[in-house]
Nanobody, 119 residues
Framework: QVRLVESGGGLVQPGGSLRLSCAAS????????MSWYRQPPGKQREAVAS???????NYVDSVKGRFTISRDNAENTVYLQMNSLKPEDTAVYYC?????????????WGQGTQVTVSS
């Protein structure tokens, strides 16, 4: 079974930066696309950024120019560098991966990590 474990969330002042990490653990798998989603308090979960295995990226308009998604295929890890953070970026951030295993394709979520932007 493949697990995704996120880290790097926390409390930061407006204008600050955080770097989220999401590492996949297990055996006998390869990761295709990886994404970050977020769920602000009282709102629906939304896609923030995604990256293909080859490195092609997409971002929601609200984070373009501020957030950068990257991945290390050798370490099965995806990162989200968040700069110039705003209070509206406050949310639980979730890692999501499309994973190929010997039993087929799996769609897996991490447990989430809280990001709070406040002075």
């Amino acid at each position: 079974q493949v697990r995704l474990v996120e880290s790097g969330g926390g409390l930061v002042q407006p204008g600050g930066s955080l770097r989220l990490s999401c590492a996949a653990s297990g055996s006998g798998f390869s990761i295709n696309a990886m994404s970050w989603y977020r769920q602000p308090p009282g709102k629906q979960r939304e896609a923030v950024a995604s990256i293909s295995r080859g490195g092609s990226t997409n971002y929601v308009d609200s984070v373009k120019g501020r957030f950068t998604i990257s991945r290390d295929n050798a370490e099965n890890t995806v990162y989200l560098q968040m700069n110039s953070l705003k209070p509206e970026d406050t949310a639980v951030y979730y890692c999501y991966a499309v994973i190929s295993t010997g039993l087929g394709v799996r769609y897996t979520w991490g447990q989430g990590t809280q990001v709070t932007v406040s002075s």
